[in-house]
């Protein structure tokens, strides 16, 4: 062979070539009854115990909830909740007793549930400043704050309705008479505390207009140090959200009574909002959340039920691999 | 064609070659009645046997009729309007009255692989016509050798020369084809092509007749006489009668057309259709330059078909199909979010990541399937040519399949989120609910996120 028509054949080898010349090896896989029964076995046997692995995880978690916003309103006031909780001279406080059920392990986290509460709405969700929590009174150009920018012509740190709105309720656990010691500690990300919140920063100028939206903020305390606004700030998608607390770093007991004092500060009642303490451990799949195991549950059953159908079916109505009897142009002629 | 030549015994000649019905027209009959008689049968067994024939004849010219022919010429090609009409007038004075010389046959052979390219075509579905110049005898001849015609086939040939007669002879022909194609006892009307698969049916038209044909009403007879038939030859056809013909399946069906051709007499042909192929060869690149594909030879046009187009058009339409999955998949997760967010502008998705999800994200696998998906080997489609039939009311079934699933997988979601939107109603329904019955002061709150941004919250 001469070395012109070898440098022929060897571009024939080549990928380019193959790709321009529409040559290139493709798999064409052909779904015959034995691979289609094979797969949906294969994912049934996957995902069921895949499911039920992750169902056992979710009821390993132990939550209890409970809703106090209704009841730790005193009956004589209740027909008028707003007034009751706008009114400052009357004392908010509040004891609500929780029963453990199962044995929790530590640490136990502590969440407030906030319900229809709209954190993903646009422009609550526009309503901060970040340069200007990492800054402080330096930065000026705080104009996606509005309204809550000044106060009579002063900045305010931190500006915004998010940080305005800052939920104020606080909660302390006595078990047998004893305190149980929350951790208020470490609840925020630690990137936020490390690079979105001022080490500098302190408030100021805070909920000191005539219209309270939530907690004040201790002047003295850098914004990098508050974890309760860090928390707040990381707005939620949903309108149906649980922030950290605390936690609590002791085992409780089956049958440990919990009694919950608390300050029913935050106003929900203007927009039917509703407030939830919740007491959760958490496992390594999170809290408790049962759709990924029914999820795959379903996926599991669903692929079983079709392999049987499909083996059934290929059972009855037997037929060749590759009959070309049932191609087309020669089934015309079969069904005349 | 002619030529006029002086020979060196000072002498003019002309001589003149064409085809044997022209030619036997300027001929001098007087002269040599059997000579041309037995021309014209060596003629007839020449174009039986798939040769391409022409005729020679010769008039010696006096000086006197070539100064008369020159000074002619020369005004003639110097005029400035109407100078193809004088030349043509000229050239027909000095055509006239020639001495038969003789014929010739020449053997056009067929390239390699041609009749198992028609077979294959004819197979997949595909309806072949030829249009040619050549006489009705050669193109028959040419038709049987390249497997266009069979010997099962019945042939229906409408030859005529005036309009009425060509009338009639298609409604004899239609009437005739309508016979032959219902008798197999197949009366389905999903086409015609199945009609006329089993008693195959071939229409051979000449071009005089199709001169009277075309661009009357009776393009409508001759369509409906085309569709019933098979195969259609038609045989000297010129090369505009060649466009009308294409025009004529054009208007009135929305099938494709595809014209395939080598030489420069088919340009017009090739333009005409809606794809049209130009075979670089010996005669030139003419047909090369018009086209919109061009080959080296004709069994080429095979896997253009078969193989390429059967690859393109499946691609396309599940790159397409793709794509409305992509982009509904993108839309509606948006708009389940909205409904989370009361009806709010906040996105699901970053800008930065709606902008960029056709660029980056899902363009990857649309192009890769777009250029290399394979439903079939190639090796397959040339061995079943009718698997590459292009299955246009699948696609149909297979889109509203797509969108059904779009809509079930989504229903469910939809009410559940209706019915939760009506159990706790947002905020900004409340609020609004609550203007009505509570001072103003307490939903001032409220106020602040309905008001414009410039005012200031009220006291």
């Known amino acids: ?336 | 064609m002619s030529v006029i030549l002086g020979l060196p015994n000072k002498s003019v000649k002309v001589f003149v070659k064409g085809a044997d019905t022209t030619m036997f027209g300027v001929t001098d009959r007087s002269l040599n009645t059997s000579i041309i008689r037995a021309t014209e049968a060596h003629l007839h067994s020449y174009s039986s046997i798939g040769l391409r024939t022409l005729v020679i004849g010769m008039r010696e010219l006096s000086t006197s009729e070539f100064e008369e022919w020159h000074s002619a010429f020369e005004v003639a090609s110097n005029a400035l309007m109407g100078r193809a009409r004088l030349l043509r007038k000229v050239a027909t004075n000095i055509e006239s009255n020639l001495r038969i010389l003789g014929a010739s046959g020449i053997e056009d052979k067929l390239q390699e692989g041609v009749p198992e390219a028609i077979e294959s075509l004819r197979t997949a579905g595909i309806k072949v016509w030829v249009l040619t110049g050549d006489k009705q005898e050669t193109a028959i001849s040419i038709g049987y050798s390249s497997k266009l015609l069979t010997s099962k086939m019945t042939q229906i040939i409408v030859n005529r020369n005036s309009k009425e007669s060509c009338r009639k002879s298609l409604e004899d022909a239609i009437i005739m084809s309508k016979k032959l194609t219902t008798m197999s006892g197949n009366t389905n009307d999903t086409g015609r092509t199945l009609g006329a698969s089993l008693t195959p049916v071939a229409l051979i038209i000449d071009g005089t007749s199709l001169v009277y044909i075309l661009d009357c009403e009776l393009e409508e007879m001759l369509f409906e006489l085309a569709c019933n038939c098979s195969v259609v030859l038609c045989c000297r056809v010129a090369p505009l009668q060649k466009a009308g013909i294409v025009a004529l399946v054009k208007k009135r069906t929305s099938d494709m057309t595809l014209a395939i051709g080598d030489g420069a007499n088919d340009v017009s042909m090739i333009q005409m259709a809606d794809v049209g192929v130009g075979i670089s060869g010996q005669e030139g690149r003419q047909a090369v330059m018009a086209s919109d594909f061009a080959m080296g030879q004709f069994r080429f046009l095979v896997t253009l078909l078969l193989v390429h187009g059967h690859w393109n058009y499946q691609r396309m339409g599940y790159m397409i199909l793709y794509n409305f999955y992509k982009n509904a998949v993108f839309v509606l997760v948006l708009f389940w979010y909205v409904l989370f967010t009361c009806f709010t502008l906040s996105t699901a998705i970053n800008e930065w990541s709606s902008v960029l999800y056709s660029v980056i994200y899902t363009s990857v696998p649309t192009i890769v399937v777009g250029i290399l998906d394979k439903d079939l080997n190639r090796r397959t489609l040339l061995k079943y040519p009718q698997l590459a039939i292009f299955q246009i009311a699948r696609t149909g079934l297979f889109w509203l399949c797509l969108l059904s699933i779009i809509v079930a997988a989504l229903i469910p979601r939809f009410v559940v989120k209706v019915l939760y939107q009506f159990y706790t109603p947002c905020d900004v329904q409340i609020a609004r609910e609550a203007e009505k019955f509570q001072p103003r002061s307490e939903s001032a709150a409220v106020e602040v996120e309905m008001n414009p941004i410039l005012n200031q919250p009220r006291p």
């Open chain 1, 1 to 336: 062979m001469t070395d012109p028509n070898r440098e022929r054949y060897r571009i024939r080898e080549t990928a380019f070539y193959l790709f321009t010349q529409q040559s290139l090896p493709a798999c064409k896989p052909v779904l015959t009854p034995g691979w289609v029964i094979t797969i949906f076995l294969f994912m049934g046997l996957i995902f069921i115990p895949v499911g039920l692995v992750t169902l056992r995880a979710s009821h390993s978690v132990v939550e209890i909830v409970d809703r106090y916003d209704i009841e730790c309103v005193p009956e004589s006031s209740r027909i008028d909740k707003i007034s009751y909780i706008q009114d400052d001279s009357i004392p908010k406080n509040c004891s609500r007793f929780m029963k453990v059920r199962k044995y929790m392990k530590a640490p136990i986290n502590i969440y407030y549930q906030l319900d229809n509460y709209y954190q993903n709405h646009r422009r609550y969700v526009k309503s901060r400043s970040d340069k200007q929590l990492l800054h402080g009174r330096k930065y000026h150009d705080t104009s996606s704050c509005q309204p809550v920018e000044l106060n009579n012509g002063q900045p305010i740190v931190p500006c915004g309705l998010i940080a305005w709105s800052l939920f104020n309720d606080s909660f302390t656990f006595i078990r047998e008479r004893a305190e149980l010691k929350v951790n208020r500690k470490n609840i925020a990300w630690k990137s936020d505390r490390d690079h979105k919140f001022g080490k500098n920063v302190h408030p100021f100028s805070f909920q000191n207009g005539t219209l309270i939206g939530g907690g004040k903020l201790y002047p003295k305390i850098p914004l990098s140090d508050q974890e309760d606004l860090i928390v707040w700030m990381r707005t939620s998608a949903l309108p149906s959200f649980r922030k950290l607390y605390g936690r609590i770093e002791e085992d409780l007991d089956v049958d440990d009574v919990i009694v919950v004092n608390l300050m029913n500060n935050y106003n929900t009642y203007s927009f039917g909002g509703k407030k939830k303490l919740v007491l959760s451990t958490s496992s390594w799949l999170g809290g408790k959340n049962n759709f990924l195991g029914h999820a795959c549950i379903i996926v599991g059953c669903s692929s079983l039920v079709l392999a049987i159908v499909f083996t059934l079916l290929h059972l009855k109505y037997r037929r060749p691999y590759g009959d070309t009897s049932y191609l087309p142009w020669n089934r015309k002629s079969l069904s005349g």
